[in-house]
Nanobody, 127 residues
């Protein structure tokens, strides 16, 4: 069993930065592909970024590419999402999720099976 706990959300002005963390319990963190999703009010959950088990591959959704950076520290059982140049449209609840799978396309990340989800952390970007 793995528990995921996100932190680091908050209120920030447009153009600002936040760093989200996703801390995992258990000893199998390095076995999982880790991902970030977000869900804005009234909208469907959308893929943000993923990171492979060793960190060597990091696909992003097109709208986040160049602004967001995903990373992981397997020794600390933690995944991170550095978010820069934040926009009001980035306002959402951000979730981390763990999966044993890997999607060959950006569109596929919403279709694979996720083994564990965190509870989410709210990010609010004011204009």
């Amino acid at each position: 069993q793995v528990q995921l706990v996100e932190s680091g959300g908050g209120l920030v002005q447009a153009g600002g930065s936040l760093r989200l963390s996703c801390a995992a319990s258990g000893r199998t963190f390095s076995s999982y592909t880790m991902t970030w999703f977000r869900q804005a009010p009234g909208k469907e959950r959308e893929f943000v970024a993923a990171i492979s088990r060793t960190g060597g591959s990091t696909p992003y959704a097109d709208s986040m590419k160049g602004r967001f950076t995903v990373s992981r520290d397997n020794a600390k059982n933690t995944q991170y999402l550095q978010m820069n140049s934040l926009k009001p449209e980035d306002t959402a609840v951000y979730y981390c999720a763990a999966t044993m799978a890997w999607s060959p396309s950006r569109e596929g990340w919403g279709k694979i099976v996720y083994d564990y989800w965190g509870q989410g952390t709210q990010v609010t970007v004011s204009s």
